[in-house]
């Protein structure tokens, strides 16, 4: 960590979803916004189509907000201005998923500006870490995953492990996610479905009793645990996802939580993956959240600590130096 005992005023953009979207009570964008505010800096919200470079001259369309916890109105939104990339100290990449040509054309812009600017997390890492399929080469961390569009593996992973989970490999907020016992009628119609009539990779994973329980999302900073909680799934529905109706609950970093924290982290903080969410279920890791990871407003509420303070107090420390 860089100790901060004094800080410039800063210029931070946020390349986040529509303004209209965030739900001020919930986002951890939100919260991030409210901090880097509250520390004195200045706030802009970055939409996609928002960047534009003229023989490697650097320019934002960018919306100066103040973050404001209003239900009906979380932002007081000022008329819309040009910078220039001389102007902006910090970009937060917080685009939700799906992955696509948009979210390519960003990761793009951004590897070319000037190393000076601090992007969070590192553009080409965001685009090169998927965050179901990086993951799988710590396969000793992980339950058992099989990563395929092979109707005859698919039959035999599951004919192997009797009940798995499946899904596809760019997907967000726990959606098309299913399990699939053996004998199960829908199976076929299921992964044929999912994997496009067999044409498109998708991961079956062996299933983990303890998702009765709900899973773990532990929330790292430069690599370092700033705490955990527990998301436990509703009465109708398997996913423990908040998006799909899960609530949350205080949790504890376990030895075994550790374990995993400590592997990934000399790979994390190579790829410049500052502030990252993992997700682990029965003491295995599941997933490595990079894009735009949550739960960081339940963190602070059930801990009581200023988590959101302390990435901002990050990064300023990143820009202080030109470390990008």
Known sequence: MFEILEHDVMNFLFLIDPLETVVAEKDTSFMLMEAAHRRGHKIFYLPNGGMSSDRNNFSFRATPVVPQRKKALPFDVEPECLLPAEKVD???VRNDPPFNERYLVNTWILDRLPKRIVVVNRS???RTVNEKLWCTQFADLMPRTLISSHRAELDAFLREERTVVVKPTNGHG??????????????????????SKYTEEILMQAYIPEAQEGDKRVLLLNGEPLGAMLRLHGPDDHRNNLFTGATAKPSEITDADLKIVNVLKPHLKELGLYFVGIDILGGKLIEVNVTSPTCLQELVKFSGEAHDASVIEFVE????????
Request: glycine fraction near 12%; charge should be negative.
């Open 317 to 324: 420390g990143l820009a202080s130096v030109g470390v990008s």
């Open 124 to 126: 080409s890492s965001i």
């Open 174 to 195: 726990g959606r098309a996610i299913f399990i699939l016992s053996e004998g199960d009628v829908n199976t076929s119609v299921t992964l044929e479905t999912l994997t």
């Open 90 to 92: 910090v970009i937060f």
